[in-house]
Structures are given as C-alpha cells and as structure tokens.
C-alpha cells in the first residue's frame, strides 16, 4: 500500500495530467513527474509497435534523445523489452546482476545505469509502452516506488486513450462537417423535440433560407415556408417508417418545383430514436 508521500505525489500528478492534451507533453511531464518523485537520474517513455516487436523511444528525461534513438529496442530483448512481452513491472537496483539488462544503451549513450524501475503502460488490457526510471540517487528503489509507477503508469495510459478518442471524435467532426458542406443535395434532421440537428448549405440554397445558424431551433420556425417538409419529418418519426427515391411538388419561392427525397431515421447505438431526416434534390427549374 502507498504511504502519504507516494499518494500525495500520485494525485498531484493526477490533478493535472488529464490536461495534457498533446501526447508528447503528456510522456514528457509523466516522465518529469516520476523522476522527481522518485529522485531518479533519467526516465524514457517507450512505445510499443503496431506490431509489437518493437519498442521506439518517444520521450525522455535527463539522457538525449537522439543517442537513445540511435539503438534498437526489441520486445523480448533488455529489461524494457521483458515488460514489454510479459506486460509486468521490474525493479533492478543492481543491473550487474540481471542478465535481462542491455548494456549496448550506456555504451551509445555514455549513460552508466546502475537501478532500473520499468513498468507497463496499459489500459483496458492494451499495452502502449512502457516507462523507465533509472538510478534513484538516495537509497534504493523499493515496493512502494514499484505500485506507485505501476499506478502511474496506468493512469497515463488512460490519458492517453482519451487523447486517441478526442482525436477520433475531432476526425470524424472535421469529415462530417466537410460531407454536409459539400453535399450536393439538400440534408434536414430534426430530433424528436422538433429541434434542428442539421440544415446542410445546399438545403439553405435550394430552399432559400437565411444563412444564420439554425442548429438548435424549433424546424417548425425555420421551415415555417415549408410545411411539406415538417409534416415529412413528424410523419417519418411518429411512423418510425422510413421512404426511398419518393417525388413530390413542393412551392419554392413562389413556383412548384418537383423534388426527389428520401427520409432516415436517426438512432444511437441502441436503436433509441433520436429523429428523423430527410435528403433531397430538385429535379426540374
């Protein structure tokens, strides 16, 4: 069990980390923050390969960068590479007697390593790397130092994985808007308050609506010129019944114009409604 100075420095580290939202920063501090709390000479983050053989060094504190980037790191292959393949901690204070240890790092770097903490960096049973401290400069390291990095070592992974999702979810946003913004045909989505999801350019272009933001407002505001299509929303909605390639004639500033739609219903990952849609495009002047 952690005593009060491993605790304190854990949620210290924890109040803030969460707040990185680079993930070069975020290896970088965790590093910083691990070795100042355990009075460590060096520390290096490494990351483990898609295909998991390998281990690249991203960060480091307290070696260069570029001399550790200049040797190979395999899983199976050095203390590093042993957590990496066993996903399990290692404490080494004396790397002299562990034949795991790979001497070809402090022949490159001109580092002399003495103690070794290594621990995995997962969540969720993903492995992304490991975290090395080396040569604690007062005493030895002990169990404690261990559950403190292993719990570290974890949350950083977490962090991590919350920087994927919001790179993913800032992805899909940017495709998403990019989709509706060059859309040929008209999209109106409508939730099941009646409230806009989505009105594409194209719809404010074919139906000759205000450029103002409409996303959030009552559709039976917005689209007070077009009663065909709120009935055409709370229809598909109320039915949960959806139509493919249907026409109509609708009045378009002041002239019947014929169009082609087809309606949607939008749903979670649940199959809860959300709402209704509609796509369409103009089939004659």
């Given at each position: 069990m952690l005593g009060t100075y491993h605790l304190n420095a854990l949620?210290?580290?924890?109040?803030?980390?969460?707040?990185?939202?680079?993930?070069?920063?975020?290896?970088?501090?965790?590093?910083?923050?691990?070795c100042k709390t355990l009075q460590s000479e060096a520390g290096t983050f490494f990351e483990l390969s898609d295909n998991e053989e390998e281990l690249r060094v991203k960060a480091a504190h307290g070696i260069a960068l570029d001399?550790?980037?200049?040797i190979p790191f395999k899983v199976g292959t050095g203390i590093s590479g042993w957590v990496a393949q066993y996903h399990q901690a290692a404490l080494v204070n004396d790397v002299r007697q562990d034949n795991r240890f790979n001497r070809q790092a402090d022949i490159i770097t001109?580092?002399?390593?003495?103690?070794?903490?290594c621990t995995p960096v997962l969540s969720m049973k993903r492995t992304y790397g490991v975290m090395e401290i080396i040569n604690r400069r007062s005493g030895v390291y002990n169990p404690q130092d261990q559950e403190f990095m292993t719990?570290?070592?974890?949350?950083?992974a977490v962090a991590y994985?919350?920087?994927?999702?919001?790179?993913?979810?800032?992805?899909?946003?940017?495709l998403m808007e990019s989709l509706l913004e060059n859309l040929s045909g008209g999209l109106i989505a409508m939730d099941a308050s009646g409230l806009i999801l989505?009105?594409?350019?194209?719809?404010?272009?074919?139906?000759?609506?205000?450029?103002?933001k409409v996303v959030g407002k009552a559709a039976s505001e917005i689209l007070k010129a077009y009663p065909w299509f709120i009935e055409i929303l709370q229809k598909t909605l109320r039915s949960k019944e959806t139509v493919s390639r249907q026409e109509t004639s609708v009045t378009i500033a002041g002239q019947p114009q014929r169009i082609g739609y087809t309606t949607i219903l939008i749903r979670d990952?649940?199959?809860?409604?959300?709402?209704?849609?509609?796509?369409?495009q103009k089939l004659s002047n």
């Open positions: 949620f210290d580290i924890l109040n803030k980390i969460h707040f990185i939202y680079e993930p070069q920063k975020l290896w970088e501090f965790v590093l910083e923050q691990a001399r550790l980037n200049q001109g580092f002399v390593t003495k103690s070794i903490l719990l570290l070592g974890r949350q950083a994985q919350n920087l994927l999702l919001m790179a993913e979810v800032s992805h899909t946003k940017v989505v009105l594409n350019p194209a719809s404010t272009q074919l139906l000759h609506l205000a450029g103002e990952h649940e199959k809860n409604m959300l709402g209704s849609g509609i796509i369409f």
